[in-house]
Structure formats: structure tokens, C-alpha cells
């Protein structure tokens, strides 16, 4: 059996394994698809499969069930801010963004409940053990909004990040049925909210801090080191 067909049950396992609340996928050679529920007001997603001829708004989201008027808009971790918004006419994006296979998450504002489906290849995947095989890229302090890079659930901070978490570290997800937002946060042993977890098609904010400075470490050991670590100013709601 050739590694094409083999996708079949373990895209199938991942249906299975999903919970209420998350959306279900299909497989058939290697080409999927994701119906995703959307909810009014923001959703915050993440594109995991491959489509053709490329990964853009106006290919992945135009009659992909998207409702006129909603908009999109993608984090800029440079400037600690989401991009512009894309606005939907119902046709095209007003800015042609791209949501690709590697992480890249957004935010989607429906004016309603629907079901987007995303079409394309499965990729990052091992597809004869079902292994996650994308190494996500060094990322330095700040906030990202990802997810992870193939259509896999229950991903961890550590296959999202492709690192452990430092004391600091934390995750911001959304509800977007309820339109509430939970953060946990990794105080060096473990998560003071639980471990965080992304479904698939769900992306979240990721807010790493700064390595330990060598001062620090040494001011720790020699047990100099007083107070404990600044706390970084934290982004608010994110609504736009």
C-alpha cells in the first residue's frame, strides 16, 4: 500500500478523535478537506492544507461558505498589532492575504454563523505513522497568533513553538461560540490554566517572553536575585 492511500485512515482517525466542538475532515489521496464552524464574531483560525495555485484569501476562503462582510486580518508580531482589515464582498478579499500551511494563523469576523470548508493536500504529516514533521521556525519574546501546520488535533505549545515553554510563556485561546478568551500561563513546572491544546483549523495568541539574561541566571544561582521577573505589559482584547 502506497503512502497516498494510507492517508485515508489516518485522516479518519482524526475525525474520530476530535472533540464535539471541533470541526470534521475528510480525506481521499492525499486531498482533503476542513469544515470548519465559524461563529458570529471573531473565530480564530488556521489554514492546514495545501490549496492550489496558491494559499490566498480570494483562493482559499471565496465559495468556501465565508458570509459577505466578514473580514480577516492576520498579527503582525513586529509591530504587536493585527494587520489592516480584508473586508469580504461576497466575491473577493479587499486585501489578498495569505493564510498558509505553516502556522500562520488569523482572525475571521463573520456577521453570522456558517461552515467554511478548506480544501488542499494534506502536508507536514507523516502520513504512514501520522508524525507531526514540520519544524516551526526559531521564534524570538513577543506574541504570535499560530497554529499548527497540518490537520492534526490536540496540538501542544511544544509542537506549535517546537520548543518547551520558560516560565512566562503563555497562551491566549478563544471560545469564538461564546466569545471569550482564556489564557494559561507556564510558571517553570507547569500551566496555571491546564496545558494548552489547539484543534484543528484553531489558532491561538502565543506570548513568549525573553530567554533568561546570563546576569540573571547567575544572580539566581548565587541566590542575589530578589524580585522576581517584570511583568510584561499584556495585550488587551483584540477585537477590532
Known amino acids: 500500500m502506497n503512502t497516498l492511500i494510507k492517508v485515508v485512515p489516518l485522516i479518519a482517525l482524526t475525525a474520530m478523535t476530535l472533540s464535539a466542538r471541533s470541526q470534521n475532515v475528510y480525506s481521499s489521496n492525499a486531498v482533503g478537506y476542513i469544515d470548519l464552524p465559524i461563529y458570529a464574531g471573531d473565530n480564530l483560525i488556521a489554514n492546514q492544507l495545501s490549496d492550489s495555485p496558491d494559499n490566498t484569501l480570494d483562493t482559499i476562503l471565496v465559495g468556501a461558505g465565508v458570509l459577505p462582510g466578514s473580514t480577516f486580518s492576520e498579527w503582525n508580531p513586529a509591530a504587536n498589532q493585527l494587520m489592516p482589515l480584508s473586508v469580504f464582498n461576497g466575491t473577493s478579499w479587499s486585501f489578498n492575504y495569505s493564510l498558509s500551511p505553516d502556522g500562520t494563523g488569523g482572525v475571521l469576523d463573520s456577521p453570522g454563523n456558517t461552515t467554511v470548508t478548506l480544501l488542499g493536500d494534506v502536508v507536514n504529516v507523516d502520513l504512514p505513522g501520522g508524525g507531526y514533521t514540520f519544524v516551526p521556525p526559531a521564534r524570538g519574546p513577543g506574541t504570535y497568533l499560530l ?40 510558571n517553570g513546572t507547569a500551566w496555571d490554566n491546564g496545558a494548552p491544546s489547539l484543534e484543528i483549523g484553531e489558532s491561538a495568541y502565543f506570548d513568549l517572553v525573553p530567554e533568561p539574561s546570563v546576569f540573571a541566571l547567575i544572580a539566581l544561582g548565587t541566590g542575589i536575585l530578589t524580585t522576581g521577573r517584570s511583568t510584561r505589559a499584556k495585550i488587551g482584547h483584540r477585537c477590532h
Not at 153 to 175: H, K
Open 147 to 186: 497554529g499548527l501546520a497540518a490537520p492534526l488535533p490536540g496540538a501542544t505549545f511544544e509542537q506549535v513553538i517546537g520548543n518547551d515553554p520558560m516560565a512566562g510563556d503563555s497562551v491566549e485561546t478563544l471560545n469564538a461560540q461564546s466569545q471569550t478568551y482564556a489564557t494559561t500561563t507556564f
